[in-house]
């Protein structure tokens, strides 16, 4: 059952633009996490916010959540060729419901 | 070095050719999990682990089993692999639930022909 959605599919920037990547979901949530996939590689953790939490920051990572509108906001600053990857939302229930994954956004920065 | 690792990296099989993807984490993490990922469609998640000898079905659990006899290892097992299981599969591990941050290992691409 997929939960989150990211937006937009795919984005495209240059080295040194920020780069804005948007997740929306269904349900109340106890959390919402962000991982960054590169090419044929396993996930790797970036960021985790709490459901009572409306800002995060994680080096050059900012991470928006906004409960009422059911939605979270991933912002990379100064963006790096290096930043190039898939970036997932996860969605974290009550209990030991799986974590959902959205389909991610694939960021691409051209140097 | 913390790590989740997956072995094999890569496997091409036949129709109904038993296989096991084994699984092993050294952070002393609770909780285990597979996935696979599909083009399309994400990650889903096919089983998981609270602890030793505790497992449950998550999304996907139909032509799998796992088993979870220590803690560091959580194997996933094809008993009659077909061709829609052709997919790249991923373990995870955590500290405490599913929760908390998950620990990827690098996956495993298995194309059953």
């Known amino acids: 059952s997929q939960q989150g959605e990211e937006d937009p599919q795919a984005l495209s920037i240059q080295e040194g633009e920020n780069a804005t990547m948007n997740c929306s979901y269904k349900t109340s949530i106890n959390n919402l996490q962000w991982y960054r996939q590169n090419s044929g590689r396993g996930l790797v953790h970036l960021i985790l916010i709490r459901s009572n939490e409306r800002e995060k920051h994680s080096g050059r990572l900012r991470v928006t959540l906004d409960t009422s509108k059911k939605s979270s906001s991933l912002l990379i600053t100064a963006s790096r060729a290096a930043d190039t990857a898939s970036y997932f939302c996860a969605t974290g229930l009550s209990g030991n419901t799986p974590l959902v994954f959205g389909k991610g956004t694939r960021l691409s920065v051209i140097a | 070095e913390a790590q989740v690792t997956q072995n094999p990296r890569y496997l091409i099989t036949v129709t109904g050719k038993k296989l096991t993807v084994t699984c092993s984490q050294n952070?002393?993490?609770?909780?285990m999990s597979w996935y696979r990922q599909d083009p399309g469609l994400g990650l889903r998640q096919i089983y998981y682990s609270m602890n030793v000898e505790v497992t449950d079905k998550g999304d996907v659990p139909e032509g799998y089993k796992v088993s979870r006899k220590e803690k560091r290892n959580f194997p996933l097992i094809l008993e009659s692999p077909s061709p829609n299981q052709t997919s790249l599969y991923f373990c995870a591990s955590s500290l405490g639930t599913s929760n908390q941050p998950q620990h990827f290992g690098d996956g495993t691409r298995l194309s059953i022909l």
């Open positions: 952070m002393n993490h609770e909780y």
